[in-house]
Every structure is written in C-alpha cells, then in structure tokens.
C-alpha cells in the first residue's frame, strides 16, 4: 500500500517559535494532502485540505495565518505552526492522495508540545 | 446522531482472547479504512476496505456495503494489540467522516 511519512513524530518547542511540519508520500504523488489535529481522546478535525501548486483551504475556524500550509511539491506538503503557544499543543496528522476524490493513506502523526 | 458509530467505545479483553469492533455509518462510501492508534499517539493505517474481507496476520476486516457496516476482528489478542482503533469512511468527496474510537485494553 501507499506509504505517508511525517517528519518529526514529536517536537517540544518553546512559546512564541515557529514549528514545521512534513508530510511526505513516499511511493506516489499526491495532488491533494489534507491536515488533521487530534486533541486528547477526541476524534481527527480536518484542519485544512493542502493542493500542490495552490492556496490551501482552511475549515471554518482554522486561522490561515497561524497555521500555514504549502504544499510546492507532489511529494511534500508542510505545515507551520506560526508563533506557537502551549494551547496549540496536539497531534497533528496528514493523508494524502492521488487527488481529492480517491481515498486518502494516513500519515503517522506529529506530537506537539508548547512549553 | 453521529454518521458513523463505533461499538463498543471501551473493551477490556484477557489475553487470547477473541475481539470485534464494529462499526456502522449512515452515508454512502467508496472506502473505509480502519487505523490504530497507540498510547503514544501514532497512527498506523491497518485496511483499506470497499468491499468483502481482508486479512492480515492475526486481524481480519470485513465490509458489508448494503447494511452500511465494517467489524474488525483480533484473532488471539495480545497486550500489545491494546490501542484505540478508529473506523474512518470515505464518502467520494474529500472530507473523511471519522468515528470516535474504541479504546482496548487487552490484560496479560
């Protein structure tokens, strides 16, 4: 099957850095990869759905400028968690696909801690 | 209501034994996919499923498309088999519709 890889699996940052994320697809291309946040014992929220070479769009809440998204290649999409603080502290995991109508292959999760 | 339901949401199981997890949705879909998820948070992606049944060493998923239901089988259950397993649908549009996990816990 696909394979998705998320880089780092956990990063420990001090308040008010900047965090980046990768998602990768390691054995296809993917034109579409979404961003998904886990709070503690709760279900996936999608975050945003991340297309290569366009804007991503962000779901109602989401801050654009707190959570910026690019996705420049068919392989990689990024995620940075601009200005962190500790409430931004989650699970943030990706999935990608070959685009957006085809099932998605899950990446294994990126655990964030603000100190 | 939510559009799929997992049951049981919290299952403790000796070792050995036999478990299913169900879960039932009410939209239509073009996939469902079962994940793992342990204590530590990885997500491990265990099937992808459309139709019929597949297996893979000790677990076995099945689908049933016209009664809108997937279960998934731990054969010979283990302690490291305890995570929280999470039923995801695929609707054909982009957004996955997420069930809220079932929590096991298998006992040495």
């Known amino acids: 099957g696909a394979v998705v890889s998320q880089h780092p699996s956990r990063v420990i940052c001090k308040s008010g850095t900047s965090v980046k994320i990768e998602c990768r697809s390691l054995d296809f291309q993917a034109t579409t990869m979404f961003w998904y946040r886990q709070f503690p014992k709760q279900s996936l929220m999608l975050m945003a759905t991340s297309n290569e070479g366009s804007k991503a769009t962000y779901e109602q809440g989401v801050e654009k400028d707190k959570f910026l998204i690019n996705h420049a290649s068919l392989t990689l999409s990024t995620l940075t968690v601009t200005s962190a603080h500790p409430e931004d502290s989650s699970f943030y995991i990706c999935?990608?696909?070959?685009?957006?109508?085809?099932?998605?292959?899950f990446g294994p999760g990126t655990r964030l801690l603000v100190l | 209501k939510n559009e799929v339901e997992q049951s049981p949401q919290n299952l403790t199981a000796q070792e050995g034994e036999f478990i299913t997890i169900n879960c039932s949705y009410s939209v239509g879909i073009s996939a469902l996919h079962w994940l793992q998820q342990h204590p530590g948070g990885g997500i491990v992606s265990l099937f992808m499923?459309?139709?019929g049944k597949k297996k893979h060493g000790r677990l076995i998923a099945t689908i049933n498309i016209q009664e809108k239901h997937s279960s998934l089988h731990i054969t010979a259950s283990h302690p490291r088999d305890s995570a929280v397993y999470i039923c995801a649908v695929f609707p054909g549009t982009y957004k996955y519709i997420f069930g809220t996990g079932t929590r096991l816990k298998v006992l040495a």
């Open positions: 499923l459309s139709s």
């Open positions: 999935s990608a696909g070959r685009d957006s109508s085809e099932t998605q292959y």
